[in-house]
């Protein structure tokens, strides 16, 4: 269980509400999942009205409103005051992006919209880079969890950067960390579970399969699979084969000539 300020979070794999191919699907999707943490854009919640919203409403879950589509401190507080009110939570997830070409987040405004954010009573998620010194910064403007990227946003890529993934787990151990953003393949959001790493975030990949609903069971397989492997242990790597029947002790027959 993930314990995420005082709420205790049972599935480790939270979806987002985007980009299906009807309202339906999408919340097939999401029921597959079995996820306990959807985020919903605050943006496409202005849009939709109260009919997406009541279809939203069917779901048992803890929301995660987004910033998505901000690209200043200033937007980013307006929008997640918005969420705060629609939505009824304090948690918001922050994005505030600093490059159109691959919706970088800009670390500057990131941490200057988490330092108002947090003194505004909300419990930030930020959207962030794999910087190490970034993550230090947004703990020390009281985040309380990092969400760092494992690829560009809808790329489908998986974790472009392992090392430095694995450096931001090792140097900060005890906080909650979710990889948002990036990945494509179940096999994906596994290598994230096995780093260490405390839950994936995606939309994309299950959204845009060519069968959601499976796609959806794909990945909540994946993710606990993922996770058990991790407290399980795993082998450490060897640059030299190793039998896995030891020889020592055993008999042999030596044919004579």
């Known amino acids: 269980m993930l314990k995420i300020g005082n709420k205790k979070i ?20 999401i029921k597959a999942t079995e996820a306990d943490v959807v985020t919903v854009s605050v943006r496409r919640q202005g849009l939709g009205g109260e009919t997406f919203w009541r279809q939203l409403q069917q779901l048992d879950c803890h929301w995660l409103p987004n910033t998505a589509g901000c690209h200043s401190a200033k937007e980013a507080i307006t929008t997640a ?3 705060r009110e629609i939505f009824q939570t304090n948690w918001i997830k922050l994005e505030v992006i600093g ?27 930020p959207y ?3 910087d190490l010194v970034l993550c230090q910064r947004l703990l020390d403007a009281g985040c309380n969890i990092l969400m760092p990227w ?11 950067d392992p090392y430095a993934l694995q450096t931001l ?15 494509g393949l179940p096999s994906h959001a596994t290598q994230a579970m096995e780093m260490g790493f405390d839950a994936v975030l995606l939309n994309t990949a299950i959204a845009q399969a060519d069968n959601p609903v499976l796609m959806a069971e794909a990945f909540k397989d994946a993710v606990s ?20 029947t030891p020889v020592l002790g055993t008999p042999f027959w030596q044919q004579e000539s």
């Open 150 to 160: 494992g690829a560009p946003i809808g790329t489908g890529r998986g974790l472009s």
């Open 225 to 244: 699979a993922g996770r058990k492997a991790y407290q399980a242990g795993a082998m450490p790597q060897r640059d030299l084969a190793q039998p896995s």
């Open 99 to 125: 490059d159109e070409y691959n919706l970088q987040p800009d670390p500057f405004q990131l941490l200057e919209a988490t330092k108002e954010l947090v003194k505004r009573g909300f419990e930030v998620f």
């Open 81 to 83: 005051e918005m969420a």
């Open 169 to 183: 787990r090792k140097r900060l151990p005890n906080v909650p960390m979710v990889i948002d953003a990036g990945l």
């Open 10 to 29: 049972n599935s480790r794999l939270f979806v987002g509400t985007a980009l299906y191919p009807s309202p339906q699907i999408m919340l097939d999707a």
């Open 128 to 130: 962030c880079t794999d």
